[in-house]
């Protein structure tokens, strides 16, 4: 028998009033997910990978690397789905839609006037398909061996050959940008920088775009920061960025200890195999745990967020490993963050 939670369902202790006034005034959640376009054959992944790969060859082949762990985690309503398909680019938008996401932020691939993986999103616009709002995340990032160990080949470099090379970004992004479903945040475009801090020059970046804008006749950006938890303290706002995107996929919380799972020995063994049910994990192996706020420490980490302009994120899984569940623990109560 399986247990299952209805997440539709709420109820309140019996003599107990649950006090509702302040869903009233709460700000709305947009929700936007990020979309990986990499579920589609391209001919530089047939020559670096072999012929036909794409994210489904790692979802796939994933063990388990411990008891309870389920892998590979395989697809559910759409199958081992192929972007190239319009019927499948919907299917996705109807999903989307009816779980409450708002739009999709596709990850886009420039590099130095190349572009990777674009067709999705070049499809969706010039189809006017599906109708799901959408923006955009610059991926940008040098691509190497590293998901398959060998950090050292390099695949495709990222580099940043100047304002020549930043116009022509500009252009090629030009029809995503007029097109009525892109998502604005206070009224101006959102373009979300992957690796923000390896940005030369963001502002000049920054005010070349702004100008471009201007020239044709747009409402101007609004430049979001993506940043990962141990990065949350970097100074955003002096490099130019209007927001950070905060990325949570290695921190976990509990009873107000701070835990970090890295890639060598845990710096909390105890926590860990109490947080895993008693067992001891290979840490050189484990990827990711599920977030768990202590009540208070989220509370105030919501208020620094709303005064810093900082977005949090749900990541719940990549390149099918699954997220390791953290037992014994009290998830917080989250609020709305604009």
Not at 180 to 185: G, H, T
Request: charged letters at 25%; hydrophobic letters at 35%.
């Amino acid at each position: 028998m399986t247990n299952r939670v209805n997440f539709n369902r709420t109820e309140t202790a019996p003599g107990l009033h649950r006090d509702d006034s302040h869903k009233a005034n709460a700000p709305k959640i947009r929700v936007i997910a990020f979309y990986l376009p990499q579920f589609h054959p391209v001919p530089e992944n047939d020559s670096w990978w072999g012929k036909g790969f794409t994210e489904w060859t790692n979802v796939a082949k994933a063990e388990a690397l411990f008891a309870g762990h389920f892998q590979p985690r395989l697809p559910g309503e759409l199958g081992f789905y192929d972007l190239r398909l319009p019927e499948v680019r919907e299917a996705q938008a109807q999903l989307a839609q009816s779980a409450g996401v708002e739009g999709f932020c596709y990850y886009h691939y420039w590099f130095a006037g190349k572009q990777l993986l674009e067709r999705p999103l070049k499809e969706v616009v010039e189809s006017g398909s599906p109708a799901l709002p959408f923006c955009i995340c610059w991926a940008n990032q040098t691509w190497s061996g590293i998901w398959h160990g060998n950090s050292g080949k390099i695949l495709i470099e990222q580099t940043y050959p100047g304002a020549t090379d930043d116009e022509a970004h500009f252009m090629s992004l030009l029809p995503a940008f007029r097109d009525p479903r892109y998502i604005k945040i206070d009224g101006r475009l959102s373009f979300t920088f992957f690796r923000p801090k390896e940005r030369p020059n963001s502002r000049a970046f920054f005010d070349q775009w702004q100008r471009l804008a201007s020239i044709h006749g747009l409402s101007g950006f609004h430049f979001t920061a993506h940043l990962f938890e141990d990065e949350r303290e970097w100074d955003y706002r002096n490099a130019g960025f209007d927001a950070a995107v905060i990325v949570n996929n290695l921190k976990a919380y509990r009873a107000g200890v701070d835990f970090q799972e890295t890639m060598g020995p845990s710096k909390h063994p105890a926590f860990t195999r109490r947080a895993m049910g008693g067992q001891t994990p290979n840490t050189a192996k484990l990827r990711m745990v599920c977030v768990e706020s202590h009540q208070g420490k989220t509370r105030r980490a919501l208020q620094e967020n709303r005064a810093l302009r900082r977005r949090r994120t749900v990541f719940s899984r990549w390149r099918g490993r699954r997220p390791i569940p953290l037992r014994h623990t009290k998830l917080g109560q989250h609020r709305a963050q604009r």
